[in-house]
């Protein structure tokens, strides 16, 4: 499996920490209430198929990537900095 | 028996070697079967469960019969296919699963009880009494299962990896192969062709035939010289692909000494490779299948190509007298082959009515082989056709049942082949594994013509995909001869009639499961273990299907197939894992002070993936206990120095550094004065504590975070997480310096004293209150002080740039000594910190709370953190929840256990009645008794109430007094002072 | 048919021509008391224990392949009963139990072999980590012995005991521990359950769950609908789908976890070994195989197949603990998917939809579970009422944080157990 960092180019797997579903970047306020924080921390859509979800450039230059990805088939559709989703979402 | 003139071997090269304690000849070039059967030596195996006696049926890496153990002592490698492996001279191999010899097997008794040992049924039997499972009827099982054996000691020799990365990767140097490879070379990509074999040319080495009017050896040899010559080309032969992952990524394994005398030192016996291919074009050629009949395993029966093999490529012919049956027209190539090379051909049975005619043999029209005799050879086939039965005299078969083609590695990202009528195989679906093209026989095109077109015209489609143009190539002239078959999986009739040679799944087998409703194939494999051998099905799964569709009443594209996995044939653990026999699992750190702690004689530990020194032992010490305690006793009452470098840290800069830590730290640093370290505690988002440790403002907008030294690598990854994925807006940077900076704990009494003299100006309590910090001169070096302490003690932590670690290390320990003091170790620091009541990752095991910890208050009310929401869940607090405490032993207590569990004092130490569990224990030289921590539900409350402390495995009941967790110096004068 | 030593004595004298069908292919009826969608083990064996313990018999099983094609055919087949939190140590214990009586209760050869799980530890810490659990597991009625590393030496003289990367501090010894006979187990129950009566459904892929103002109605397949008063979802990876068709998201990420067999080899291994340091257990099966396997891949996955880097991972953990198996060659291997929930244990609960009940949520641990599994969730769906055993695995303690069961102790991270 390669994975195209933003920064550094395509590189193994190996170099990646996989952390889950990118709905951890939308984080609730913190009165939320429970609901938007059980399905924040614990729910997931967990599709078979396109997900989204987040990839840490441990071993390279340190950055959180969403990673656009077919479950199913491991295809790699899409490579963005978290931060640069992240931008576009709440700010 | 060796046929002057013919095949590739070097004749002026003889070479002697071993086989079951008896002396051979051959000559280079040859593999163990083929100079084996030029000896005349037809029986050289024993199947699984029948223990048959058994010959060499195919020429390649999927055979299931010549199965050898290779070798002596600890470098024995077992199951080892004969039919690749070369020889050499001193080669000494053994046969396998016979016992006490080949010839004279007794466990071949199975053979006779063979109706009872049918498909499944040990399922249905072994039951009673229970307890006879693990006693008797397993071992005797495993005995008798298994084929070659383990040495049972350590791997002696070397295996490596090694990485490639290529354009385009050839996988076959078959005519097809060959083509794709020149074609994409004179384009100027970067090809990686890779071949099993030892030699490059696939069926070019073993048929009689010609490309462009010269032999197909000859012109296979031109073009690989060719291929040879040019940078941009690697050729790697012995080399198995033998897996298709994600990302054009394929595991490799390169057989680099297997066919060497000696094996050489600076050489590995294998390589595993994992090629990074753009494109990939397999051309993986095609299997012979062969067909089942009564007592089709007798050693002289072989596949139809395997026989033209052994004759073209190697001068060898199986038997005196051949036959041949077949269902197909590249039988008929076998027996003319044998023909011309002068062999008596007895004949050929063609089970088609329409087959061709030939002269020189009797052609058998219409007729199939219904039974054979010759128990440790063959002796005569039954040819039953519409006159009748007959018996002719033959010792070697050559069956052809068709050719599979080798669709394994487009199957390996669950792409399932499909089923071609033309040729009665699977071919490989079109979209099996992104950028892989499929060219030969491999694809189903079996004459060379088509596999040099395909092969040119896969290479043309790679070219193109890589932006790169294709010169005109012309495709050499060679032989189109037609392909013609007609389905015949099974000889009906009675007795045994075998698809899985290995496992002895028999076509009675596959019917029975049939029977009993194992209709799904992947029931049938399961329950028969049709195809589970170690030749993964390669010779058999076909057949097994068909009959199956057969009789289930189903086609055989919806009864389907198994799935096909990696590897496509068998890798040595070893290979895969190269690299990490002994240290080499994972990387070893060393701290700056290694050395120094070594010539201390400390014995080192593993604190994750550091080394750090146990205790540092003084003469006349002759266990750890009497270290610790004077070690512990020297930091309480002069000076003890200890390296603390482990510990992660990470230097946090920018405008809203202070913002950034208050979201991450429960508690507020942006009222941190510069100058001071605080104690900080950070939760994971749900609540739970993630870790802690001491963060040190430096300047307004630089803080250095220190973490444990387990989590340092997750706070590293959690603080980028909350920056870039959380608080982008947030202006700050952080980075691990953990390397960057050896730090030294400084503790005790006389720790002052120890380092005034050492910097510009001497420290003084008013400069450096206790958590102050700051930049300090280091005899020169830019150094950081922390008056921070971990032992309760009165200390200093000192940070210099690594490079002069080693140095300050053993300054401090000199001056130390001067003062009655000296170095410590873990064993010591931890004693303390229980003396102290300090958690580390014993207590905050992550199903801990703040809560938990006694901690809740520094869980700020006035602003969000990080898990401070899920931290305010009902479940997180509350009595019913374990907490912190400590514990003293009541009365002659001699001995506390971490992992023991606590219970009220009259309760039975059973579950129900569990109260909590001792997670730190320490004997402590300041208090004169052992001491332990952990966690008992509703502890604060209970303080003073005795429990009782319950270690089963150590055969311990204790009773203890619940205390506070903080044993010595509770109210922290010690380290304020 | 009874399965005895004597009948496949007689069948043997006879041709083999008396055996039969091990479970039918029946026609699916247009409606039952209970629909079990999914012939894995754990549905199989709901559907043995509703048959068997409470005498309902008008069940269908509904799989959408063949039976046991999941992960209890793709599993390193090791049982034990060695968790240490309440909540899990009753309930493993329960299945461990089941195990031991599960050949003479099927009368269906499993296998099942109890030739000792030694869990390895590598420091000081993970051996009182590993004490803490030993003493749990005898609080709790099962057995351990802690063996120091010696008592290790003297059980498997093989490792590594002098260059190894992670000394061996000592192990775990759980004698009752070991493996079974992994496609037997479904075989098995299937059997058992067809016996008594229970519909076996294969090729019947469920396509929608009728519900009608809360309670479930039955269920729509490829095969026509199926009309029910009672459905149980155990799925295992396929979970959040089948529940996402009665409107529900669930606590689960699927995770790919691979295995690796080797080519036949005489006894060499004769425990089932884990090693606390690299993610790697090891036992060898009665063929002779060597079958490990170690962690997840990392990344969520409905592939049932993994990459390299994983692959390397295990088998580097296997040479520097046990570098005598290094000459064993890999013959297969494969991926199953693990509905990962976010405290690493499993979920046996009711739903919002009255009828309707889930099972899931196995993470890579479920085989073993499969009698306690089927055992405790025929006992909710026939009685309304929560097993003893396996009261804790309620959906809502995710919400409430109330008696979470994270053995590993890394937190709601799906993937980290």
């Not at chain 2, 608080?727 to 006389?750: C, H, N």
């Not at chain 2, 009541?837 to 207590?843: V, W």
């Not at chain 3, 493996?179 to 929608?208: P, S």
Request: with cysteine.
């Amino acid at each position: 499996m390669r994975i195209t960092c933003p920064f550094c180019g395509e590189r193994d797997r190996r170099e990646f920490y996989y952390q889950g579903a990118a709905v951890a970047l939308e984080r609730p306020v913190a009165d939320a209430g429970e609901e938007a924080w059980d399905a924040y921390v614990h729910l997931r859509d967990n599709p078979a198929g396109v997900t989204k979800d987040l990839w840490y450039h441990e071993s390279g230059c340190s950055s959180w990537i969403v990673v656009t990805r077919n479950t199913v088939t491991h295809e790699i559709l899409d490579c963005t900095l978290a931060c640069d989703t992240k931008s576009e979402v709440s700010i | 028996m060796r046929i002057a003139g013919k095949g590739l071997i070097d004749r002026s090269k003889p070479v002697r070697f071993v086989f079951d304690g008896v002396g051979y000849d051959g000559f280079a070039g040859d593999t163990l079967a083929s100079a084996l059967l030029a000896n005349d030596v037809r029986l050289v195996g024993r199947s699984f469960k029948y223990h048959r006696p058994r010959g060499v049926l195919t020429s390649g890496s999927e055979e299931p019969n010549a199965l050898v153990t290779v070798g002596n002592g600890a470098a024995a490698e077992p199951n080892v296919r004969a039919t690749v492996q070369e020889i050499y001279t001193g080669l000494e191999a053994k046969s396998q699963n016979r016992w006490p010899s080949l010839s004279m097997d007794l466990m071949a008794a199975n053979d006779l009880a063979a109706p009872f040992l049918g498909a499944g049924f040990y399922y249905k039997t072994f039951m009673w009494p229970s307890q006879f499972w693990e006693k008797l009827y397993e071992p005797i099982i495993r005995r008798a299962a298994g084929l070659g054996a383990l040495s049972g000691e350590s791997n002696p020799d070397k295996y490596e990896r090694a990485y490639a990365f290529c354009d385009l990767l050839v996988i076959g140097a078959g005519p097809a192969g060959v083509m794709a490879a020149l074609v994409a070379a004179r384009a100027g990509a970067d090809v990686i062709l890779v071949d099993e074999d030892s030699r490059m040319g696939g069926r070019l080495l073993a048929e009689n035939c010609e490309i462009d009017g010269v032999p197909g050896v000859i012109w296979v040899d031109r073009v690989l010289s060719e291929l040879s010559a040019m940078d941009n080309v690697r050729l790697m032969s012995r080399t198995t692909v033998t897996g298709a992952y994600d990302g054009g990524t394929f595991a490799a394994l390169e057989r680099v000494g297997h066919h060497r005398a000696a094996r050489h030192a600076g050489l590995p016996l294998e390589t595993f490779w994992r090629i990074v291919a753009k494109r990939s074009v397999l051309a993986a050629g095609a299997l012979e299948r062969p067909v089942a009949f009564r007592n089709n395993d007798r050693p002289g029966i072989m596949t139809a190509g395997a026989v033209r093999a052994y004759l073209n490529r190697w001068g060898v012919v199986p038997g005196q007298k051949v036959a041949v049956f077949g269902n197909n027209d590249d039988a008929h190539r076998t027996a003319r082959d044998l023909l011309a090379a002068g062999v008596h051909v007895a004949g050929l049975i063609d089970s088609r009515h329409n087959a061709p005619d030939a002269t020189g043999f009797p052609v058998y029209k219409g007729a199939m082989v219904s039974d054979t005799t010759g128990r440790r050879g063959l002796e005569s086939i039954t040819i039953r056709s519409v006159s009748g039965e007959d018996k002719l005299a033959t010792d070697c078969l050559a069956i052809s049942g068709g050719w599979n083609p080798t669709v394994h590695l487009t199957c390996h990202l669950n792409s399932r082949p499909v089923w071609c009528d033309d040729i009665l195989a699977f071919v490989p679906s079109p979209s099996g594994v992104p950028g892989m093209g499929v060219a030969g026989a491999c694809s189903g095109a079996f004459s060379t013509d088509r596999c040099l077109r395909e092969g040119a015209a896969a290479a043309v489609a790679a070219l193109e995909a890589l932006g790169k143009s294709a010169p005109k190539t012309q495709i050499p002239d060679a032989e189109d001869a037609p392909y013609a078959i007609a389905p015949l999986w099974a000889v009906p009739g009675r007795g045994r009639a075998w698809l899985d040679f290995q496992n002895d799944v028999c076509v009675k087998d596959v019917k029975q499961a049939a029977v009993e409703n194992f209709r799904s194939v992947e029931h049938m494999k399961r329950y028969t273990t049709q195809g589970m051998a170690t030749d993964q099905g390669k010779n058999s799964n076909v057949a097994a299907l068909a009959i199956l569709a057969d009789v289930t009443g189903r086609a055989i594209p919806d009864t389907g197939t198994t799935t096909f996995r990696p590897p496509f044939s068998p890798v040595a653990i070893a290979a895969m894992g190269a690299g990490a026999q002994g240290k080499g699992f994972a990387p070893e750190r060393f701290t700056t002070s290694h050395a120094a702690s070594v010539e201390r004689k400390a014995p080192m530990i593993e604190a994750g993936l550091w080394y750090r020194p146990s205790y540092f032992p003084v003469p006349g010490e002759t266990t750890w206990r009497q270290s610790c305690d004077r070690e512990v006793d020297m930091v309480r009452h002069t000076v003890g120095v200890c390296d603390v470098s482990t510990l992660g840290k990470i230097d946090i800069q920018g405008p809203d550094a202070a913002e950034f830590l208050d979201f991450v730290y429960t508690n507020t640093f942006s009222t941190l004065k510069i100058g001071r370290a605080r104690y900080g505690l950070m939760l994971r988002e749900d609540g739970h504590v993630m870790d802690d440790g001491t963060t040190a403002r430096l300047g307004a907008h630089h803080f250095l975070m220190t973490t444990t030294t387990a989590a340092a690598g997750q706070v590293m990854r959690h603080l980028d997480f909350v920056h870039q994925g959380l608080r982008p807006d947030l202006d700050v940077a952080m980075v691990s310096v953990t390397e960057q900076w050896a730090q030294f704990a400084i503790a005790g009494p006389k720790s002052r004293e120890l380092l005034n003299g050492l910097f510009d100006a001497d420290l003084t309590d008013a400069e450096w209150p206790f958590m102050a910090c700051g930049p300090v001169q280091v005899m020169g070096v830019r150094g950081r002080l922390f008056r921070i302490s971990f032992s309760g003690e009165h200390a200093y932590e000192l940070a210099v740039p690594s490079r002069y670690g080693d140095s300050l290390f053993r300054t401090l320990l000199a001056r130390a000594d001067t003062l009655g003091g000296g170095a410590y170790g873990m064993e010591a620091l931890n004693v303390m910190r229980i003396e102290k009541g300090f958690i580390t990752h014993a207590e905050i095991h992550g199903r801990v709370t703040a809560f938990d910890i006694g901690m809740e208050r520094m869980v700020s009310s006035k602003k969000d953190c990080i898990g401070k929401t899920m931290s305010e869940r009902d479940g997180l607090s509350g009595a019913d929840r374990e907490q912190l405490i400590g514990l003293n032993p009541v009365g002659a207590v001699k001995q506390l256990t971490a992992g023991a569990h606590l219970f009220n004092a009259d309760d039975d130490p059973v579950r129900v009645n569990d109260q909590g569990y001792v997670t730190s224990v320490a004997y402590s030289p300041t208090m004169g008794h052992m001491l332990a921590l952990g966690f008992l539900k509703n502890g604060r409350a209970r303080h003073g109430q005795k429990v009782r402390m319950v270690d089963h495995l150590r055969d311990l009941d204790a009773l203890c007094e619940v205390v506070n967790p903080v044993f010595f110096d509770p109210d922290g004068e010690r380290a304020r002072g | 048919m009874r399965f005895t030593g004597l009948r496949v004595l007689k069948e043997g004298l006879t041709g083999n021509r008396g055996w039969a069908h091990h479970w039918r292919d029946p026609a699916p009826k247009a409606e039952y008391g209970i629909v079990i969608i999914g012939g894995g083990g754990h549905g199989l064996s709901t559907a043995y224990y509703l048959a068997r313990e409470y005498g309902l018999t008008n069940i269908a099983v509904l799989e959408k392949g063949y039976i046991g094609g999941g992960n209890v055919g793709r599993n390193t087949t090791i049982v034990r009963a060695n968790y240490f939190l309440q909540g899990n140590s009753e309930f493993y214990s329960h299945s461990l139990k089941l195990w031991e009586g599960l050949e003479a209760d099927l009368n269906y050869n499993v296998m099942h072999s109890q030739r000792g799980l030694i869990n390895l530890f590598h420091s000081d810490g993970q051996r009182d980590a590993f004490a803490r659990r030993g003493n749990a597991m005898i609080n709790q009625g099962d057995d351990a012995v802690l063996l120091d590393r010696e008592g290790v030496r003297k059980h498997l003289p093989y490792l590594d005991f002098d260059n190894t990367r992670f000394p061996i501090y000592g192990g775990l010894l759980h004698p009752r521990g070991g493996t079974a006979r992994h496609d037997a187990v479904a075989w098995g129950y299937a059997r058992g359950a067809d016996q008594r009566g229970v519909d076996i459904i294969q090729n019947c892929e469920v396509t929608g769950i009728d519900i009608e103002n809360g309670t479930v109605k039955g269920v729509q397949t490829t095969r026509g609908a199926i009309r029910a008063k009672k459905v149980g979802i155990v799925v295992a990876g396929r979970s959040g789908q089948v529940a996402a068709m009665a409107g529900m998201r669930l606590p689960i990420e699927s995770h790919v976890l691979q295995a690796f067999v080797t080519e036949g080899l005489k006894p060499a291994i004769d425990h089932v070994v884990s090693f606390g340091m690299g993610h790697f257990y090891i036992s060898q099966s009665d063929k002779g195989g060597l079958v490990f396997g170690g962690d997840l891949d990392f990344y969520a996955s409905y592939a049932q197949r993994g990459n390299l880097p994983m692959v390397e991972h295990v088998m580097e953990a296997g040479m520097t603990l046990m570098p005598m198996i290094g000459k064993a060659k890999v013959l297969r291997s494969w991926g199953g998917i693990m509905d990962m929930t976010p405290d690493g244990s499993p979920i046996i609960d009711k739903t919002g939809v009255d009828g309707l009940y889930l099972n899931c949520g196995w993470c890579y641990g479920g085989f073993k579970a499969v009698p306690a599994s089927g055992n405790c969730f025929a006992h909710l769906m026939a009685t309304g009422r929560f097993h003893g055993a396996a009261a804790g695995f309620r959906l809502d303690r995710f919400r409430t944080g109330r008696r979470l069961l994270d053995e590993e102790g890394t937190g709601a991270q799906h993937n980290l157990h």
